[in-house]
């Protein structure tokens, strides 16, 4: 229930200006720089004579394979984050051979999982299939699922699928090339150069395709680059049909209710598309019911949880738009006299709890970073890359968070009180609760006898912006009223949509049945909303 009521309730500071944060002199860093080295290897010296403290970005296994490597340095092994192939797969009229979802499929059995990790990662790291890897809490709950699947590097297997579903299409070889209609059958690959294992990756699976019979166009670039040509470019114009993705966690969180949606759901505006009505969009009502459902706590047991992540993982990877390759164990690099370093479970060494935590000789604390940021910076739809988020991470306090080890609900911003009567019961709503009405444009006291599932009343802890203006109850309001406006859509005239924030909005806003602020500091928050976990 709280993983929701966060997300609803954020609560935005700069704990730069916080007095509060920083204990004395000495004890904890008064200040925190951020410096761009871009690369991996001059920043590793840096961190080794102590021009940086340590370094946002993984170092590669061969700088550090000996005691001598590692003089002068702390190295943390940290599960953090993945590989995957993001797969265009729009129907166009220029024929594009991975509009068959067939051929997407196929490619599970052409990439070699084990030599990525074994041999691109240096072993660092474990082959995975699906959003979850053998890392995350829900791994468990879908590893019958996934060894159905039973993928294995197989190019001969992934040929002979391809090689019928072209043939059904009416293509033909001609000296070893594919063909549709007298022209070669192209594909355009986005590889990510700014990352040698994903370049790699890219290069290799562009010789098996070409062994295959495509024409393949490699396309070189940087996150930049992708954000123009991939993430914000109609798939129907086949700017690219595969892209080498990778991301990283910003916490460990032992009941995830988002990632299904965010890796395979088309209504949470990360799949080909992006929900822009102007583009064509992949669409799958099925996995964005099942997906829905986690993420709004529809449903009534452990057991049928388990059950929706089963069902919304095998579809993914049946549908195979992202496919996933391995998850990585990143090693990070800290200065011997830097102390109190937080190797988060799901972050890694870069959570929002080092530079809180973290404790040395100096007044200022000095990370040295890959990219400063590569997308918006921006609270509302921004922050998409790990770069800028493990900045804003330490300008901004939630309401909670989850613990680095356990993945357990800690209070950041207040404590909260939960009263519910679910699965199957209602509490009654006070008629003075209010709620923001979209359309009639004020605050408005909920419908007599109202219900709802459960009560969270939380006690907040107030302090100041950054630009010293002390906070209060009406920013909270201004949160709820920003979530209902901008997750609504009233007509088709509505000005305050948005077809990335909306979708994803919308779906915390069917929650929220009112609200009623008790004191200066105190909030009860009424919600369709329940979990099996009462802590």
Not at 42 to 61: F, H, K, M, P, Q
Not at 344 to 370: C, H, M, W, Y
Not at 480 to 509: C, H, M
């Amino acid at each position: 229930m709280k993983l929701l009521l966060v997300g609803i309730l954020a609560i935005v500071i700069t704990s730069f200006g916080s007095t509060q944060v920083f204990a004395e002199k000495n004890s904890f860093f008064d200040s925190v720089r951020f410096i761009q080295y871009l690369d991996e290897n001059t920043a590793l010296e840096e961190v080794r004579n102590g021009n940086l403290d340590l370094y946002y970005y993984r170092i590669s296994a061969d700088r550090l394979e000996n005691t001598k490597a590692r003089e002068g340095l702390n190295v943390y092994d940290s599960s953090s984050g993945s590989y995957s192939i993001l797969i265009n797969p729009a129907e166009t009229e220029k024929f594009n051979p991975f509009s068959i979802t067939e051929n997407r499929f196929a490619l599970n059995y052409l990439v070699d999982r084990k030599l990525i990790v074994n041999e691109l990662m240096a072993g660092y790291g474990a082959p995975m299939i699906s959003n979850y890897g053998p890392f995350d809490p829900a791994y468990l709950t879908i590893i019958e699922q996934l060894e159905s699947f039973n993928f294995r590097y197989n190019p001969t297997l992934a040929e002979e699928i391809i090689t019928k579903n072209l043939k059904d299409k009416g293509a033909t070889k001609i000296d070893n090339k594919w063909q549709i209609d007298g022209a070669p059958i192209e594909i355009t690959f986005f590889i990510r150069s700014d990352d040698p294992v994903r370049k790699s990756i890219g290069e290799i699976l562009s010789s098996e395709l070409e062994r295959i019979g495509f024409t393949v166009k490699k396309d070189f670039g940087d996150l930049n680059k992708a954000f123009v040509i991939v993430y914000g470019s109609n798939p129907a114009d086949l700017k690219w049909n595969l892209y080498t993705e990778g991301w990283n966690k910003s916490a460990f969180v032992k009941y995830d209710s988002v990632g299904l949606g965010q890796m395979y759901s088309p209504w949470f505006s990360n799949m080909p598309g992006f929900n822009d009505p102007s583009y064509w969009n992949y669409q799958n009502d099925y996995i964005d019911s099942i997906s829905q459902k986690i993420y709004t706590g529809n449903f009534s047991s452990s057991e049928e949880r388990g059950k929706l992540i089963q069902q919304a993982t095998v579809e993914g990877v049946n549908e195979s738009v992202r496919i996933f390759l391995a998850s990585k164990v990143d090693q990070y690099v800290v200065n011997e006299n830097v102390r109190g370093i937080v190797n988060d479970f799901g972050a890694g060494v870069p959570s929002r709890f080092t530079p809180i935590n973290a404790q040395g000789d100096k007044e200022e604390l000095v990370i040295g970073v890959k990219q400063i940021y590569q997308g918006a910076w921006n609270p509302v739809m921004g922050f998409s890359d790990s770069y800028s988020r493990q900045i804003w991470g330490i300008l901004s306090d939630p309401i909670a968070f989850p613990h680095p080890f356990t993945g357990e609900i800690l209070p950041i911003r207040g404590n909260w009180q939960v009263e519910t009567a679910g699965p199957d019961g209602v509490l009654e709503i006070p008629d003075d609760a209010i709620m923001w009405d979209p359309v009639s444009q004020e605050w408005k006291k909920v419908e007599k006898d109202a219900q709802a599932i459960s009560k969270v009343t939380f006690d907040l802890e107030f302090s100041n912006w950054h630009n010293g203006q002390k906070m209060d109850m009406n920013d909270v309001l201004h949160s709820l009223y920003f979530t209902i406006e901008w997750g609504t859509q009233t007509d088709e005239n509505d000005k305050t949509i948005d077809t990335e924030f909306t979708p994803r909005a919308a779906q915390s806003v069917q929650t929220l049945i009112g609200v009623k602020p008790i004191d200066e500091n105190t909030i009860e928050v009424y919600v369709d909303f329940w979990h099996f976990d009462e802590g």
